[in-house]
């Protein structure tokens, strides 16, 4: 039950595409399509973003999407707002009802 | 509404045990999968159990197992996390989550907005 991997931080402009990449583990990541990825505001409860790897959940925006290739997910966030600017976690399924989150990621919109 | 509110949190000695709750309401409780989530202030999210709709599947994080027993009451409509053992280190914010699975975790659609645990002598 090792923490997946992301990047501390990620930053871009305003209209700019960002990804995040997330690694776990032929465990985890690399056997379940239930990886989800969380944004949260300072202060504020986690919202989904993305679930089963790449769908968006009912009044999520289109700017957000998901995808995975082996132990590795990734989220891209295309036509960066400011609102945008939040830390981010990915999660999956670990197996025997147990999840993983990723160590998460602050996005800085410059 | 879809509402998770939890309660319990507060300050205890190491070693000593606290029992939190999260009161779900606007749902139907019975229906879904549920789980506890903590963060240490100014730090990631952690998993910290989960349970199935009927209580019969449960898991558990590493760093909790066989201290922490998560339970549910599905009459009363509320979920409950009982922590013995605690540790300086399970100081945290301590979220109460809605799967939208059942039996097994898909994801987490809902959030409370958290109860405090501070363990400190």
């Known amino acids: 039950q090792s923490a997946l991997t992301q990047p501390a931080s990620v930053s871009g402009s305003p209209g700019q595409s960002i990804t995040i990449s997330c690694t776990g583990t032929s465990s985890d990541v690399g056997t379940y399509n239930l990886v989800s990825w969380y944004q949260q505001h300072p202060g504020k409860a986690p919202k989904v973003m993305i679930s089963?790897?790449?769908k968006r959940p009912s009044g999520v925006s289109n700017r957000f999407s998901g995808s995975k290739s082996g132990n590795t997910a990734s989220l891209t966030i295309s036509g960066l707002q400011a609102e945008d600017e939040a830390d981010y976690y990915c999660c999956s399924y670990g197996g025997s009802s147990t999840y993983v989150f990723g160590t998460g990621t602050k996005v800085t919109v410059l | 509404e879809v509402q998770l509110v939890e309660s319990g949190g507060g300050l205890v000695q190491p070693g000593r045990s606290l029992r939190l709750s999260c009161a779900a309401s606007g749902f139907t409780f019975e229906n879904y999968a549920m789980h506890w989530v903590r963060q240490v202030p100014g730090k990631g999210l952690e998993w910290v159990s989960g349970?199935?709709?009927?209580?019969?599947?449960?898991g558990y994080a590493d760093s909790v197992k066989s201290r922490f027993t998560i339970s549910r009451d599905n009459a009363k409509t509320s979920l409950y996390l009982q922590m013995n053992s605690l540790r300086t280190e399970d100081t945290a914010l301590y979220y109460c989550?809605?799967?939208?699975?059942?039996?097994?975790?898909?994801?987490?659609?809902?959030w409370g907005k958290g109860t405090t645990v501070s363990v400190s002598s």
């Open positions: 349970i199935s709709w009927k209580g019969g599947s449960t």
């Open positions: 989550a809605k799967d939208i699975g059942e039996v097994a975790f898909y994801y987490m659609d809902v």
């Open positions: 089963y790897v790449s």
